[in-house]
């Protein structure tokens, strides 16, 4: 079966740089990307291409290239599903904060809203491809809906999820370690729906590449890769608390292991903890999944991951706290960067939210600078979390357009981002500016210390 025409319900940070990739590797596949968002499919559709919602290097230029071409963003769900034969599902299936599972449990009320749609509108046969990350057996419940609501209309259901990373999600798509398919190995018709996708990631993977499983083991694949990640980065975490009380630094440390070829170099950066949309809530599935089949040994071994990570985030605050003889009531604090990590706009979980919290809690003044996070977010995460009122936040907290701005008369600096920019920062010029001692807490060990420690700083980086 030749795919022409594919719709992706979902234009966020995985439905929009997916499809932009294929639209661009395919140009003879038409690709229409639908989002119940008016306003986020108004800014895909901008006339300049630097103002697309979703900053990613390299990206606007693909949307330039494909957009109008074979790319195209649009409100009108029903009209691309009735046109596609292959729809890919790529919207939020964000932790459950209500009912059973509550704080824990995927929340796949958006999928099965997608679900209930496709089943509504379509007339002819189709594929439909699950890209957002779901908890394993989803694609039952997905063929359960769509058969019994239909028109007796034929579905295959596959799973094949992304792992692109923000901040290099155009490379990754791009050049992928594999792809993921999985599909019903065991009918003609699900091999066919199978191949049809590896035909669409065959215009630009090699074969060899391009794995293809039972559905199961597809859905498990992906919290399964995000728990080992995420499982690194709160190793290597909890080995950093340890290098501050002996003496080691978490970086050698880090260097020393990551050499060893069984380890790995990779993700063995330590910081003030991870953050995004999907770590955490994908471990928290993970451990929701084992609870609830009696497995809870494995469910305490993953949960322990998220535990280390809250924990390095208070950690660093509250060091904050004591560093500035225990108290930052009424002094300002700046922080440099809001995203959860650099060259991506998303804050979703960034450390920066609740390192803000904690300092806001211990009543201090915030200073926020970051290169692409507008204030408009960073006010909007930090008022959903509930633990200030809007006015307080908007009284005690401010957005400013450059590092510097952000710095002056500060009592304290932390980077919270590592932004390549904050590395080239005129330090001395921010020194000056300073109140005296001028504290500067690096959450990402992106600075050198004995230059800044040279300029006057009190210098505090994680790990050392
Ligand atoms: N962000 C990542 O780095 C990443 C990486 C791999 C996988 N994932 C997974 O991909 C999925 C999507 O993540 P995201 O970061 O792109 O989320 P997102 O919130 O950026 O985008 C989801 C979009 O879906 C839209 N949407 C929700 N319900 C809809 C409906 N019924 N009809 C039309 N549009 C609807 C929303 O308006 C939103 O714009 C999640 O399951 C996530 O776990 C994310």
Known sequence: MKIKNICCIGAGYVGGP??????????????TVVDINAERIAAWNDEDVENIP??????????????????FFSTDVDGAIDKAEMIFISVNTPTKTYG???????????????????????????????????????????KNILDNTGNGVNYQIL???????????????????RILIGGDIDTEEGLDAMQALVDVYAHWVPNENILTTNVWSSELSKLTANAFLAQRISSINAMSELCEKTGADV??????????????????????????????????????????????????????VIIMNDHQKRRFASNMVKTLYNTVSGKKIAILGWA?????????????????????????EIVIYDPKVTSEQIFSDLEYLGTHSSEEIRERVKVVNTAHDACKDAHAVTILTEWDEFKDLD??????????PAFLFDGRRLLDRSTKEKIGFEFYAIGN
């Open 159 to 177: 799973s094949n999820p992304e792992f692109l990373a923000e901040g290099t999600a155009v490379q990754d798509l791009q050049n992928p370690d």
């Open 340 to 364: 959860f990590k650099k060259d991506t706009n998303d804050t979703r979980e960034s450390a920066a939210i609740y390192v803000s919290d904690y300092l806001l809690n211990e009543q201090a």
């Open 427 to 436: 330090w001395q010029a921010v020194y000056d500016d300073m109140l005296k």
């Open 100 to 142: 059973i599972g509550k704080g824990m449990a995927a929340d796949l009320k958006f999928i099965e809203l997608c679900a209930r749609q496709i089943a509504r509108v379509s007339k002819n046969d189709k594929i439909v491809v699950e890209k957002s990350t779901l908890p394993v057996r989803t694609a039952e419940a997905l």
């Open 54 to 71: 979703i900053y990613e290097p390299g990206l606007s230029d693909i949307v330039k290239e494909a957009r109008g071409r074979n790319l």
């Open 251 to 304: 970086n050698e440390v880090a260097k020393a292991v990551g050499m060893d070829s069984r380890i790995g170099p990779k993700f063995l950066q330590s910081s003030v903890g991870f953050g995004g949309s999907c770590f955490q809530k994908d471990i928290l599935n993970l451990v929701y999944i084992s609870k609830s089949f009696g497995l809870n040994e494995v469910a305490d071994y993953w949960e322990q």
């Open 18 to 31: 997916t499809m932009a990739v294929i639209a661009q590797k395919c140009p003879e596949i038409n690709v």
